[in-house]
Structures are given as C-alpha cells and as structure tokens.
C-alpha cells in the first residue's frame, strides 16, 4: 500500500543541524497526516513532530520547539524535518510514519500504520 524511507541521518557536533527526510512510494501521501518519533536506547518511542496532510498545520513535542521543522512536499510525496541547535539528548533513531486513515495529526504511536526503517541521528563531540 505505501512504503516510507527515512534518510538524512548521521553524526553531528552538538548545535549542529541536520534534514531528514520521509519519502513515500506506492500512494500518495495527499490524505494523510504523517509524524517523526524517535527512539533512543532503552527508551519507549515518542512523538518529535506532525503535519497534516496538506501541511497546514503542525506540532512538535516542548523539547524540540524552536529548533526543529516539519514540513512537506506532496507532489514529491516526501516530508522534512530540518533540526537544527542539536543536543546529545537528541541523540535516536528517527521514525517517520503514516496515519491511521486519517489527515490530521497525534502524537501516539498507536495512531500510525505505516512505519519506515528508521535512521540514525547521533549528536556528540
């Protein structure tokens, strides 16, 4: 049905910054809402960002406000997340997903059906 890809992960100085980005393939991604999370180790996964599906409108968790953004292009059934200011703390594996037959966002894991394979972002000096 569709397949999401993550890329742009990598090794970065802390206040450095990185885009990461979701491409989609198999559907579009017109009618639905998709999210990053992250999962660091020995952590649960948590919601980082969301757009809608016409990206109209956006949500970020508190310890990422100002310093990342969500962002999509349809026609190029991808979405970005521009991080910016990072921290060891940032230091995951970065999930983006589909929502649940659904244009708007959430913030739990539970709300997402298509997940891609993740990508690496470690901040260190």
């Known amino acids: 049905q569709v397949q999401l890809v993550e890329s742009g992960g990598g090794l970065v100085q802390p206040g450095g910054s990185l885009r990461l980005s979701c491409a989609a393939s198999?559907?579009?991604?017109?009618?639905?809402?998709i999210g990053w999370f992250r999962q660091a180790p020995g952590k649960e996964r948590e919601g980082v960002s969301c757009?809608?599906?016409?990206?109209?409108?956006?949500y970020y968790v508190d310890s990422v406000k100002g310093r990342f953004t969500i962002s999509r292009d349809n026609a190029k059934k991808t979405v970005y997340l521009q991080m910016n200011s990072l921290t060891p703390e940032d230091t995951a594996v970065y999930f983006c997903?589909?929502?649940?037959?659904?244009?708007?966002?959430?913030?739990?894991?539970?709300?997402?059906?298509?997940w891609g394979q993740g990508t690496q972002v470690t901040v260190s000096s």
């Open positions: 997903a589909r929502r649940k037959m659904k244009y708007y966002c959430s913030g739990y894991v539970s709300a997402y059906d298509y």
């Open positions: 198999g559907s579009t991604l017109d009618y639905y809402a």
């Open positions: 757009i809608s599906s016409g990206g109209g409108t956006t």
